[in-house]
C-alpha cells in the first residue's frame, strides 16, 4: 500500500505556502553572516594596515622582504599592486612595479638587434644599474631584484607582445618577442651557455646525440630570430649566441 | 650580569698587575672560528667559557663562574653582535665624535695645550675611560635591539620574517572566512539575481568596497561603477595622448597601428608619475570603439599579438602595399638592375643571366621597411595578407620569404 503521498517534505511545503518562512529565515542567516563577514574583513584590514605601517621602509629597501611579502598575498588573494584606490596605494608598490615594467621593456627593446629577442634577467639589470637607474616607491630610492624584474614581467606578459621568462640551465631570461621556442631551442641555448657563447652543429650532435636534421632545425629557427649569429671561419661555421655569451662575462 | 662586562674587555688576569686592554668586535676573526663555546667537561674543563680568537690579541678564554645559561645567553647576543657588525654605523658617529674632542694640536700656544691634551689622552686612565664610554654606548645599543619595546626599526631580518609568517597564517583564516561566504553571495546573486532584501544589498556593496580598498581580488569586486568611468576617462586621455603622435597616427605620416607594449610604455612615460597598469590599459583601450574614438583594441590570432589601430586601418591595404613593393622589385630585376635570377657558373666562370621573370620574395625585416613598422608588427601583416590570399610564404634554410599568391590569379 503506497504511503500517503505528498505529506512531508520540501513537496508539501512548498505546496502549502510555507517556504515563505524558510526564506525569510534564509535571509536573517544571511544578513548575519554578512555582518560576520564584514567584521572580519574590518580585522583583516586592521591586521594589515598595522604590519604595512610597520615595515613599509622595509618593503622599499629589501628587495628579499619585498618579494616575500608579494608571495605572501598572492595566496590570500590580495592585490597590493592594484591601481584601484586600496589602502595599499600608500606604499606605491603599484608604481613601482609599472616603472620597473616600462624601463626593462625598454632595455628589451634596445637590445633586440643585438640578441634577437632574448636576454638575460641579470643582463637587464646589470645594464639598468649601468645607467643609474633609480626608482620611486615611498619617495625612497630602492634596489630591485632579479624577483622584481620577474613581477615586472609578468605584468608586461598581458599587453600580448610575448614577453615571459624561459630557464637556460641555471639563468633565467627574458623573451620579447612571440617566437615559439621549444625545448630543443633552449636547450642548444643551454649548450652554447656552457661552451661560453659558440658552438659548432658538430658540437650539438657530439654532446646530446641528436640527428644533424633536428640540430639544424633548432639552429636555423634561431638564426632567423636573431638569437644565433652564425660566423663562418676557416671553414667551419660557429653559431654564436649573445644573449649568453654576455652572461657568462658579467661579473 | 657579570658576562656582559666582559663585551669590550679581555678576562681578568690573575697576574699581580691588572691590565685592561680593549677589543675592538673588528679584530675577532670572523665566524664561525671567531667565537667558540667551550668547556662544561666533568673531567679536566669544568667551567663554561667562551673561547675568543682575536687578530690584534690572540688568543682569550671568557669564563662564566655562573654556568652554562649565562655562557650561552652571552654566546647568542655576542654572535648576533658580530653578525649585525653594529660598530660600522657606530663607528662614524664616534669619529664625529672625536673631532669635537679634538687632540689638541690646536691654533692655541702649542707647548701647554698639547701637553695638557697628551696628558689627558694618554695614559692608563684615559684608556679606562674611553673603554667605559664605548662600553656604555654599546650596552645602550644592544638594549635598543633587543628590548621589546624598542624601535622596530632596529629588528632583525630573522623577526621580521617571522611577522611576515605571523601575519600570513593570521590573514589566511581571515581571507578564508571572507572568501567562502563571497562565494555564497556570489552563488546567491547569479541563482535569484539579486540578494533579496534592499538592505542585504547595500551590505552587500558595502563589503564589496571595503573589499576593494583592501586590494582583494573577487568576483565581486571585478568592475564597479567607479571603475568603469576610471577607464572611460583613460580610454579618452590615452586617445588623446596618441593623436599627436606621429609613428602612430596616419594624418601624421604614421602607420595606424601601434603594439600595446609601445602604447604602454610610451604613455606610462609621459604620465611620469600614478602610472597605469596593463590591466588596466587593456580595460581602457576594449572601450574605445564603443567610445567612437577612431582607434580599437586588436588581438592576431595564432601570434596573440595585441595591438592599437586606427578604426580605418585595413590589413587588404597594407597587402596591397607589400604587393606593389614586390612587383617593382620585379620590375627592377627585369629591366636588368640587381642580381635576382642570374647565376655564375663555377666551372667555366662565365656569368649568365637568364632572362626570367624575377620572383622576389618579402621577409618579416623587409617588409618592416616597407610598411614603416616594427618586424613583428610586420610579420602580423605578412601573416594576415597570407590568410587573405594575397601571398604565399616560402620556408627554407634561409627563413621564410613572403611571395606574390600566384595560385590565386592562375585559377582565377
Known amino acids: 500500500m503506497a504511503h500517503r503521498r505528498g505529506r512531508a517534505g520540501i513537496g508539501a511545503l512548498k505546496k502549502k505556502g510555507e517556504t515563505s518562512k524558510f526564506t525569510k529565515k534564509a535571509e536573517e542567516i544571511k544578513t548575519t553572516s554578512l555582518k560576520s563577514a564584514m567584521e572580519t574583513v574590518k580585522q583583516l584590514e586592521i591586521k594589515l594596515t598595522k604590519f604595512a605601517k610597520a615595515h613599509h621602509k622595509t618593503i622599499a629597501k629589501d628587495p628579499a622582504f619585498r618579494h616575500k611579502f608579494l608571495s605572501m598575498c598572492a595566496p590570500l588573494g590580495v592585490d597590493p599592486l592594484t591601481t584601484k584606490k586600496s589602502f595599499w596605494s600608500f606604499l606605491q608598490m603599484g608604481d613601482f612595479y609599472h616603472e620597473l615594467a616600462v624601463k626593462v621593456a625598454e632595455v628589451c627593446f634596445a637590445y633586440r638587434s643585438r640578441n634577437g629577442g632574448i636576454m638575460s634577467i641579470k643582463e637587464v639589470q646589470s645594464v639598468l644599474l649601468r645607467r643609474g637607474t633609480k626608482f620611486r616607491l615611498n619617495e625612497v630610492v630602492t634596489n630591485y631584484s632579479a624577483d622584481d624584474i620577474v613581477v615586472a614581467i609578468g605584468k608586461l606578459k598581458q599587453l600580448g607582445s610575448g614577453f615571459r621568462t624561459v630557464k637556460v640551465g641555471g639563468t633565467q631570461m627574458i623573451l620579447s618577442v612571440p617566437t615559439e621556442l621549444d625545448n630543443d631551442h633552449v636547450q642548444v641555448i643551454q649548450l652554447a651557455q656552457n661552451a661560453g657563447g659558440g658552438i659548432t652543429l658538430n658540437s650539438v650532435s657530439d654532446m646530446i646525440g641528436w640527428e644533424d636534421d633536428r640540430v639544424k632545425r633548432a639552429m636555423d629557427l634561431l638564426l632567423s630570430e636573431g638569437m644565433a649569429w652564425i660566423d663562418r671561419y676557416e671553414g667551419l661555421e660557429y653559431y654564436w649566441f649573445p644573449s649568453v655569451w654576455k652572461d657568462s662575462f658579467v661579473m | ?412
Request: proline share 1%; net charge neutral.
Open chain 2, 1 to 412: 650580569s657579570t658576562s656582559n662586562d666582559n663585551n669590550n674587555n679581555d678576562n681578568d688576569n690573575n697576574n699581580s698587575t691588572a691590565q685592561a686592554h680593549f677589543l675592538h668586535h673588528c679584530a675577532i676573526h670572523p665566524l664561525p672560528h671567531g667565537i667558540e663555546a667551550t668547556g662544561g667537561n666533568w673531567t679536566s674543563n669544568r667551567s663554561y667559557k667562551i673561547h675568543l680568537a682575536s687578530i690584534t690579541h690572540g688568543n682569550f678564554h671568557l669564563i662564566f663562574r655562573k654556568g652554562q645559561k649565562d655562557r650561552d645567553a652571552f654566546f647568542d647576543y655576542f654572535q648576533k653582535a658580530l653578525v649585525r657588525r653594529q660598530w660600522e654605523e657606530s663607528y662614524r658617529l664616534q669619529q664625529n665624535q672625536q673631532t669635537g674632542i679634538g687632540i689638541g694640536m690646536g691654533s692655541s700656544s702649542f707647548g701647554n695645550v698639547s701637553a695638557n691634551a697628551s696628558a689627558k689622552q694618554v695614559g692608563v686612565e684615559a684608556i679606562l675611560q674611553r673603554n667605559q664610554h664605548r662600553h656604555d654606548r654599546a650596552k645602550r645599543l644592544t638594549q635598543d635591539a633587543f628590548g621589546k619595546e624598542g624601535t622596530k626599526k632596529k629588528q632583525s631580518k630573522n623577526e621580521r620574517a617571522q611577522e611576515v609568517e605571523v601575519l600570513f597564517r593570521e590573514a589566511k583564516e581571515l581571507t578564508g572566512i571572507i572568501h567562502k561566504y563571497v562565494a555564497t553571495l556570489e552563488k546567491n546573486q547569479n541563482e535569484n539575481g539579486g540578494t533579496g532584501s534592499a538592505n542585504a544589498q547595500e551590505d552587500t556593496t558595502e563589503l564589496t568596497s571595503l573589499l576593494q580598498g583592501m586590494g582583494m581580488i573577487t568576483a565581486l569586486t571585478k568592475e564597479s561603477a567607479s571603475d568603469k568611468s576610471f577607464h572611460e576617462m583613460l580610454a579618452r586621455q590615452i586617445c588623446d595622448f596618441l593623436s599627436s603622435n606621429k609613428a602612430f597616427k596616419t594624418n601624421k605620416g604614421g602607420s595606424g597601428i601601434m603594439t600595446l607594449t609601445d602604447v604602454y610604455c610610451l604613455y606610462n612615460r609621459a604620465r611620469g608619475a600614478n602610472m597605469i597598469s596593463p590591466e588596466d590599459l587593456i580595460e581602457a583601450l576594449g572601450r574605445m570603439e564603443r567610445l567612437s574614438l577612431g582607434m580599437k583594441l586588436r588581438e592576431f590570432d595564432g601570434s596573440g599579438v595585441k595591438v592599437l589601430q586606427e578604426t580605418g586601418f585595413d590589413d587588404s591595404v597594407m597587402a596591397k602595399k607589400l604587393i606593389e613593393h614586390i612587383e617593382s622589385e620585379e620590375g627592377q630585376c627585369n629591366a636588368g638592375k640587381g642580381g635576382m635570377g642570374g647565376f655564375t657558373s663555377y666551372f667555366t666562370g662565365e656569368v649568365k643571366v637568364e632572362i626570367k621573370k624575377a620572383h622576389v620574395g618579402l621577409t618579416a625585416l623587409e617588409a618592416a621597411r616597407v610598411l614603416k613598422i616594427s618586424p613583428l608588427l610586420a610579420n602580423e601583416q605578412l601573416l594576415s595578407a597570407e590568410q587573405n590570399g594575397y601571398l604565399c610564404r616560402d620556408v627554407t634554410m634561409e627563413g621564410t620569404r613572403f611571395y606574390r599568391n600566384l595560385f590565386v590569379s592562375m585559377f582565377a
